[in-house]
């Protein structure tokens, strides 16, 4: 053991007092301090440099590596910041009522904007004032609790009193703590309170601003808990190097985690093959996202590899990367031998019809994918014949996102034409791929053939309202569809009209979107007419972004209102010229 001592004077009623406390610090096997230990220990000596008593400047510490006189077994210390100061100091009870009552406009400000966590947190610090602890209460400057000057005192406030139940996250199964903007320094108190816990298999630090430092508790972590199972660190700053270490982890064979989330943490492909060689050891991972990094061809080439050897893995998520030819034809040699892969996501990944064409060969010869991700890649009419080869071979394929693309109507009437063979398609999502009036037609053609499709989404697509009727009757009458969106799609009241038999006669739509349409109270109307009698199973209606008045607006609140066999739930009217009093009468 390392023993490190830290000499805290500060002042007391004016008189100068010198505390001593020792850190007991781990050494490794090399006899040098465990970089994580001392991490903490540094974290707790800023917390313990912020006490500064109101009389005098302490700046001034010096840390030896001498025996300290006084021995205690943990180094903990009483936190502050620049808008809070704690203080051993006698208050008077006058004072006292004027500080906790300069809190309240704080509180009255803060209300709308503190999720419940924090507002007992803030509760147990007015406690805290009670009994004489703190000194000064100052409103800071931003209405944020998670700021970077307030989120360490209110955590290791609560947990050096007797309100340490009321944050006591490793007692939790899930620990959410998503955008906190928490830090290294969060990172390794969250890790270190969980590090023990019997009952946490969730754990969310997405948006943390952690870097490699906090991936050294994060790696302890993965490798010291068997419960956590789900771990989602996206949008964070690991690196290649923090990669590595959460690399190393999860190839422990004490590793447990069934999901964890990377994406958005500017890996590359150095991160990517350590991760991959941890893939090829792990056996109880499922679910991999890799997102939104740096990862290029030779990144993905280690993955493709690695899932030659890994059965346990269900899903993968590579979208927002840069692969090449040599990529993807890495990935067609794995998708021919691995059989495990049910979900691939390639979403934007500077795909070109070559490296399609690579992708299909292994699809053609894997049978188990169910979700497949292809938006965003630019493939055109050429792309869509080449994957619409694919889904007529027997396909197993029931969730398809081919958005913004570019497919135009010969594409989508090849995807339609293959998807009618296969008869499998649940979920189709091809948004965004200049789909006119004959890609409509395909589309109807396809509802009348599959009855398996629940999910259709079209929107972003120059539709019309030419032959939306044929449309509307293939919905109404030869589907099962449970959500249908048609937004941004120049619909106009005509095609409002006739989406409203929809409204009459289906019984299994829930969600229907039609916003940005350029619908008015004209097409408002024959929509409230049809809802006023309407048998249908409506949870969603969204009617945002078009162009409705207060009688559109007011016919629509009055419909729902008055059918009492409708179920909607959520009626979205937000950004049309309505005023506010219709605006309360239809929410």
């Given at each position: 053991m390392a023993a490190v001592c830290v000499h805290d004077p500060y002042a007391e009623n004016g008189n100068l007092k010198s505390n001593v406390k020792r850190v007991n610090l781990p050494l490794d096997e090399k006899g040098s301090i465990n970089s994580y230990d001392t991490s903490m220990f540094q974290y707790r000596l800023r917390l313990c440099k912020r006490l500064k008593p109101c009389s005098r400047d302490v700046s001034k510490r010096c840390i030896s590596n001498t025996k300290p006189a006084v021995d205690t077994d943990d180094y903990t210390c009483l936190t502050t910041s620049r808008y809070l100061r704690v203080d051993h100091i006698s208050s008077k009870k006058s004072t006292l009522v004027q500080h906790i009552?300069?809190?309240?406009?704080?509180?009255?400000?803060?209300?709308?904007e503190l999720s419940p966590q924090y507002c007992i947190v803030v509760l147990s610090l007015l406690a805290v004032c009670s009994a004489a602890m703190?000194?000064?209460?100052?409103?800071?400057?931003s209405n944020n609790l998670s700021s970077r000057h307030l989120r360490q005192t209110h955590v290791e406030t609560v947990k050096t009193t007797s309100f340490t139940p009321v944050l006591h996250i490793d007692a939790a199964k899930t620990v959410a703590l998503s955008g906190l903007h928490l830090g290294n320094e969060g990172c390794i108190y969250v890790c270190e309170k969980l590090s023990s816990s019997e009952v946490c298999s969730s754990i969310d630090l997405s948006g943390n601003s952690i870097d490699p430092i906090g991936a050294v508790a994060l790696a302890t972590l993965i490798s010291s808990n068997r419960t956590i199972t789900h771990i989602d660190i996206r949008q964070n700053n690991l690196c290649n190097s923090g990669a590595k270490l959460i690399a190393k982890s999860l190839g422990n064979k004490n590793c447990n985690v069934c999901s964890i989330n990377l994406s958005a943490n500017c890996i590359g492909d150095e991160g990517a093959c350590?991760?991959?060689?941890?893939?090829?050891?792990?056996?109880?991972?499922?679910?991999?996202?890799?997102?939104?990094n740096n990862i290029q061809d030779k990144g993905l080439v280690a993955l493709a590899e690695?899932?030659?050897f890994n059965c346990t893995l269900k899903s993968c998520n590579l979208s927002g990367n840069y692969f090449g030819n040599a990529g993807f034809n890495a990935l067609s040699s794995t998708l021919r031998v691995n059989k495990g892969l049910t979900e691939i996501s390639l979403s934007g990944t500077s795909m070109t019809n070559r490296c399609l064409g690579f992708l299909c060969q292994g699809l053609l010869e894997h049978a188990g994918i169910r979700t497949l991700?292809?938006?965003?890649?630019?493939?055109?009419p050429k792309g869509a014949a080449a994957l619409a080869e694919v889904l007529s071979a027997e396909s197993t394929i029931l969730d398809l996102n081919i958005a913004g693309n570019q497919l135009g109507d010969f594409g989508c009437e090849a995807l339609g034409e293959a998807i009618c063979l296969s008869r499998v398609m649940a979920r189709l999502n091809v948004s965004c791929n200049s789909v006119g009036s004959r890609g409509l037609d395909a589309c109807t053609k396809l509802l009348c053939a599959n009855s398996q499709l629940e999910k259709l989404e079209l929107g972003f697509n120059p539709l019309g309202h030419a032959n939306l009727t044929n449309f509307s009757d293939a919905v109404t009458f030869h589907s099962n569809l449970h959500t249908l969106s048609l937004e941004w799609s120049k619909l106009g009241n005509s095609g409002a009209a006739s989406l409203s038999k929809i409204l009459l006669y289906n019984s299994t739509l829930k969600n229907i979107s039609l916003r940005g349409n350029n619908i008015t109270d004209e097409g408002c109307l024959a929509l409230s007419q049809a809802l006023q009698v309407a048998p249908i199973e409506l949870e969603c209606l969204d009617m945002s972004y078009n162009k409705i008045t207060d009688p559109g607006a007011f016919a629509l609140g009055k419909?729902?209102?008055?059918n009492t066999d409708l179920n909607i739930k959520c009626l979205k009217l937000s950004n049309n010229p309505i005023s506010e009093c219709v605006n309360l009468v239809c929410a």
């Open positions: 009552s300069a809190t309240q406009p704080l509180l009255a400000s803060l209300e709308s703190f000194n000064v209460i100052r409103k800071p400057r350590e991760i991959a060689r941890a893939v090829t050891k792990n056996t109880s991972l499922t679910h991999l996202d890799l997102g939104g690695a899932l030659s991700a292809l938006a965003n890649n630019n493939l055109g419909a729902v209102r008055s």
